[in-house]
């Protein structure tokens, strides 16, 4: 599986924007850019993802660069709630073959969000 | 329900004696993923189901543990002659295929305590 390479912890202010970096240089031309988050004591949820072109949805936007070799989750403005340790996953899209489907979890970032 | 449900949400057992998980995934998810997690670590893949079948079980860290999936539906963690180092939380995941174009919805956890 291509790696990511995330911060291992963030910090920033309620109602400020907040980007999370995610280095992928060995990203391939299949491989979808997933994100996900983990709040205390949760299961991981979905956050968004994308290929080539930026990506917006109610939670975060995504921005992805031009050569793919990393990517960008925004959230717009901060709350509390936000708080949690977020995951960038590559995702191989060649189609339905054995062990293409399994999300591989690194370490994340662990954002924190000061009030 | 709505979600992915796990139970018991709580497990504590002897060393050396058997445990059974439980996951039920959102109904008409196909693609069934288990995790565990262990404390303050990311998540580590175990096994993935696509219907009843297990196409990718290469997470499984021994013999000792397996897992099956009956009617396409429900899935049972199985762990035998538990050791300490299997205190983890494991969480369930399904999602409406298994490709890399959606998303995966996790359970809250079965937090497992081997004493």
């Known amino acids: 599986d291509a790696k990511t390479t995330q911060p291992n912890s963030m910090e920033s202010n309620e109602e400020e924007p907040v980007h999370l970096p995610c280095n992928h240089s060995t990203i391939s031309g299949t491989d979808y850019i997933h994100w996900y988050r983990q709040l205390p004591s949760q299961g991981p949820e979905y956050v968004i993802h994308?290929?080539?072109s930026n990506v917006n949805n109610r939670m975060a936007s995504l921005a992805i660069a031009e050569d793919r070799k990393s990517s960008t989750l925004i959230l717009h403005r901060a709350t509390l709630r936000d708080a949690a340790v977020y995951y960038c996953i590559l995702r191989d899209g060649r189609g339905i073959i054995q062990g293409a489907q399994k999300l591989v979890f690194g370490q994340g970032t662990r954002l924190t969000i000061n009030p | 329900g709505a979600g992915v449900s796990q139970s018991p949400s709580n497990k504590v057992t002897e060393k050396g004696k058997d445990v059974e998980l439980r996951c039920d995934p959102i109904s008409g998810h196909t693609a069934l993923y288990w995790y565990r997690q262990s404390l303050g670590q990311g998540l580590e893949f175990l096994i993935y189901f696509q219907g009843n079948s297990a196409p990718d079980k290469s997470g499984l860290p021994s013999d000792r543990f397996s897992a099956e999936r009956t009617g396409g539906s429900v899935s049972t963690l199985t762990i035998q002659r538990t050791q300490q180092e299997d205190s983890a939380v494991y969480l369930c995941?399904?999602?409406?295929?298994?490709?890399?174009?959606?998303?995966?919805?996790f359970g809250q956890g079965t937090r497992l305590t081997v004493v």
């Open positions: 995941a399904s999602s409406s295929q298994g490709g890399f174009h959606t998303e995966a919805f």
């Open positions: 994308g290929l080539t």
